[in-house]
């Protein structure tokens, strides 16, 4: 399962550092949700993967899974989320002023 | 019980920082329907409480003690902390007086160009002084988060083509750096299983060596990060051209912001990863002064080679950091006190530019800040002395404080290994800033035609003029107490290097470390 959530984060790392280097505003909007997403798994991650135990303590529990990360992630989601939707209303303002969708607000040649 | 009903009351002034500017924001929110008039005077008068509180936790903490508050009264680690020590306590004094000011001049005129101006200006206090104060690193991502996020609102105040591109800039490589935060906080997390900066500081120095390379890791990157906010080399780019186009009051503002960069690299590589951090000891440390001396030498050169005052003076706080964290990245009390020392001049002196410059700017017609032969300017002798004292201050002449900081960096790095370099640079750099404002003052103030008939604006008012001279006036005094002020400093970076006094007074009297 550690493999496997590991590949996931990779993967989502990856496809987000591609698209944040491209030239419109678009992917590099999506590229930073996937970011986002990435670190919020990895945030998840390092309270160690358990299933199936509560969180809270409970006297019959014979063991627990760790809550503060998933607190962070909680935090962390709604930050990402507002901070997605700013950057978005960004670029549609930029689309809007600048005449076209490019990062530096120019047209390609 | 009186000495109870004390001890509560001084641990709840760590707090109160935090809370006036939050409560104010959301005060000038509800009430945004008011006439401007009360709400820039409500505004002006958090401010002024801000001010008054900085100073009186300043006093509290003057003794050496380290204030702590447990949010919640969930003991530490387990629980969110606000700690004030004397640096804390500095840094707020520096950000309230500042933000008096560029609110003082925000109120002539220009928050009116944005419905929000002062609610964004309240949150932006809010989250800068959270950043200063807290304990926890977690909550330090979000302290950030929120600064940033009235940084955006700042920034793009007014509108305008070339804030919208700047602020496009600016807004992407933030919330890259953000994540970056995520991944070294969680990194921290998941190996040493806190957040607690002082619990953070007992379980690095204790750390096992298979674990070790992760948590050296997670140090670099965090510096890496805090090295993006400060603008150092190679991750300064989003400053120039963010800075020299926001509006004066936000960029006056900005002044502080790479200072909380700064803070943090201070407070992280003392506090975690100083001398005696074992295997993690100085893993900021040595990264810092050659990146820094490299700032300040690509922030001059930049300055040189501005076409427009305010691009100049982004440069020239580009630069700023750089001596800033070449004092730091010294490592000795002198080094870093001299630093300290360093940190409100240049606040100030880049800030009354920005001030400044708009001002120039509205004198010169379509010419505006650019620096190339324009008109003569309104009242040109009082924005020519200003400019002269603020240039003064910056590059660091004798009399004014600019010089006293300097010259404390410079007696500081005299027994350092890599003296020459640091006495090169900063030296060569110091004259190659005043040849370039000395181009910049002679091409605004001499070099000038006679005004087209019929475009002649009304001269720069004298309550416009105030903050510029309220602000250079704050320098002028840092000249004046400089013998206090610089032993202030050398006893807070005396407090940063024995880091023993903040982890116990956090984490309890019978802990480690």
Redo the contacts between chains.
């Keep these: 399962m550690e493999a496997l959530l590991a590949l996931i984060i990779g993967t989502l790392t990856a496809c987000g550092v591609y698209l944040i280097l491209r030239a419109r505003t678009f992917p590099v909007v999506l590229g930073l949700t996937f970011l986002s997403y990435a670190v919020n798994l990895f945030l998840f991650a390092m309270g160690r993967l358990v299933v199936g135990r509560p969180p809270l303590i409970d006297p019959s529990a014979a063991a627990y899974t760790d809550p503060l990360p998933q607190a962070l992630v909680l935090t962390a989601i709604v930050i990402g989320f507002a901070m997605t939707a700013f950057v978005i209303m960004l670029a549609l303002k930029a689309r809007a002023e600048l005449g076209n969708d490019h990062v530096d607000g120019m047209h390609e040649p | 019980m009186r000495q109870q009903v004390a001890a509560v009351t001084t641990s709840q002034l760590v707090i109160a920082p935090v809370l006036l500017p939050l409560l104010a924001g959301i005060a000038l929110l509800l009430g945004r329907s008011l006439d401007l008039r009360w709400r820039r005077a409500f505004a002006l008068t958090c401010a002024l409480g801000q001010i008054v509180l900085a100073l009186v936790l300043t006093r509290a903490v003057a003794d050496g003690s380290v204030l702590v508050y447990a949010l919640g009264n969930w003991p530490a680690p387990f629980g969110i902390v606000l700690v004030a020590d004397r640096l804390a306590a500095w840094l707020l004094v520096t950000t309230s007086l500042l933000a008096w000011f560029a609110l003082a001049y925000g109120c002539l005129g220009s928050d009116r160009d944005g419905r929000h101006f002062h609610v964004l200006f309240q949150l932006q206090i809010f989250g800068l002084s959270g950043a200063f104060l807290t304990g926890d690193l977690?909550n330090l991502f979000?302290f950030f988060?929120v600064l940033l996020?009235a940084s955006?609102g700042l920034l793009?105040h007014g509108g305008g083509?070339r804030r919208?591109?700047a602020?496009?800039?600016y807004?992407?490589i933030n919330?890259?750096g953000?994540?970056l935060f995520?991944?070294a906080?969680?990194?921290f997390?998941?190996v040493l299983g806190t957040l607690n900066l002082a619990d953070l500081a007992v379980k690095a120095a204790a750390v096992s060596p298979q674990d070790l390379p992760l948590v050296r890791t997670a140090g670099l990157l965090l510096f890496a990060v805090f090295a993006l906010k400060a603008a150092l080399v190679p991750l300064y780019l989003w400053l120039p051209a963010a800075y020299a186009n926001t509006s004066a009051p936000a960029a006056a503002l900005f002044a502080i912001m790479t200072k909380v960069g700064a803070y943090s690299i201070l407070r992280v590589s003392t506090l975690i990863f100083g001398a005696d951090a074992g295997p993690v000891a100085n893993l900021i440390a040595d990264w810092l002064l050659p990146v820094a001396l490299l700032t300040l030498a690509v922030g001059l050169v930049g300055a040189a080679g501005s076409e427009r005052l305010r691009l100049q003076i982004a440069y020239l706080v580009v630069a700023s950091i750089g001596t800033l964290l070449t004092a730091v990245g010294l490592g000795t009390v002198s080094g870093i006190g001299a630093g300290l020392y360093y940190l409100p001049h240049s606040t100030f002196a880049a800030a009354a530019l920005f001030l400044l410059a708009d001002l120039i700017a509205g004198q010169r017609g379509e010419h505006a800040d650019r620096l190339e032969r324009g008109p003569v300017m309104g009242r040109h002798w009082v924005l020519g002395v200003l400019f002269f004292l603020g240039a003064i201050l910056i590059v660091g002449l004798p009399p004014l404080s600019g010089f006293i900081g300097k010259f404390l960096i410079l007696r500081a790095a005299l027994d350092h290994p890599a003296a020459v370099w640091v006495l090169g640079i900063l030296l060569g750099g110091g004259l190659l800033a005043l040849l370039t404002l000395a181009r910049s003052g002679s091409l605004l103030f001499y070099h000038t035609a006679e005004a087209d008939a019929g475009t002649a604006v009304p001269p720069p008012t004298w309550r416009a003029l105030a903050p510029v001279a309220g602000l250079l006036t704050l320098g002028a005094a840092m000249t004046l107490w400089a013998g206090p002020l610089s032993d202030y400093t050398a006893a807070m970076a005396d407090q940063l290097l024995q880091p023993d006094g903040y982890v116990r007074a956090v984490l309890g009297e019978g802990s480690p470390g």
Aim: proline fraction near 0%; hydrophobic fraction near 50%; avoid cysteine.
């Design positions: 977690f979000v988060e996020l955006y793009l083509r919208t591109r602020a496009l800039h807004v992407v919330l890259v953000s994540t995520l991944f906080a969680g990194t997390y998941g």
